[in-house]
């Protein structure tokens, strides 16, 4: 639809609303990252099961996915074929729910334990816990990606990287040829996966609401916000604070 509408000059981009887009993958705990300079890909991480336990066998690894149903669970399960995780020790383990993949998350960064699994931005959870993306170890395979990672029982999948999703800021083609000043801010108006994870984080942590979460980004970021807007608007905006 959104195609559509930008086709038939209904629609238009205002401009990215995510500096360095959407992002899906594959994480582990940033203290392991640390501790094992070595893991840099997903194949890295596989030739080491004994560092991510599964919980219900920990002779094994554990790869955590989402809950059925998600486009993201599907690609994961067919990155673990791709990549050989199975003969490489490792299990999917299926978390059920976005709580469960959360807990599963939680629970192992609480107690500095092993963790590798499915997980995006910008996200609360990648705010209030230091995660870092695996590699993929390959270039992006349109074609590859579309013909099998994508389709859930497709038996031959091959490695390949998950390509960011563009997100950007929509107007009607009317809003934007009467918007004025309105659309330079909207232009200007983008901001990094880190500082949004951090502020959905802060948000969660405080029931805020979502003029509780403006608020506050104003108050703290302001090195972020003051780039989108004049120097007038600026100072009325820090005034009204």
């Not at 094994?60 to 998600?70: L, M, R, S, T």
């Not at 232009?187 to 805020?208: F, G, I, P």
């Amino acid at each position: 639809l959104v195609n559509r509408g930008i086709s038939d000059k209904k629609i238009v981009s205002a401009g990215l609303a995510l500096s360095d887009g959407a992002v899906q993958g594959w994480f582990i705990p940033k203290y392991i990252a640390d501790a094992h300079p070595d893991i840099k890909t997903i194949a890295d991480a596989l030739k080491h099961p004994e560092l991510f336990p599964a919980p219900e066998d920990t002779s094994k690894g554990a790869v955590f996915n989402g809950p059925q149903g998600w486009g993201g669970t599907v690609v994961t399960g067919q990155l673990f074929k791709a990549y050989g995780a199975d003969q490489a020790g490792f299990v999917l383990v299926d978390t059920g729910s976005a709580a469960g993949l959360d807990g599963s998350l939680s629970k192992a960064y609480e107690r500095k334990e092993g963790w590798v699994g499915y997980y995006w931005a910008p996200t609360s959870i990648l705010g209030k816990y230091e995660m870092v993306k695996l590699d993929y170890g390959v270039p992006f395979d349109k074609a590859e990606w579309k013909r099998c990672n994508t389709v859930a029982d497709c038996p031959d999948p091959r490695p390949n990287e998950w390509p960011k999703d563009s997100v950007e800021t929509l107007v009607t083609t009317k809003f934007a040829e009467r918007a004025g000043p309105a659309m330079d801010y909207l232009k200007n108006r983008n901001w990094s996966n880190s500082v949004v994870n951090a502020l959905l984080a802060w948000m969660t942590d405080n029931q805020a609401t979502g003029e509780g979460g403006a608020k506050h980004f104003l108050q703290e970021q302001p090195d972020v916000w003051t780039k989108w807007v004049s120097p007038e608007v600026v100072e009325k905006v820090k005034a009204a604070l």
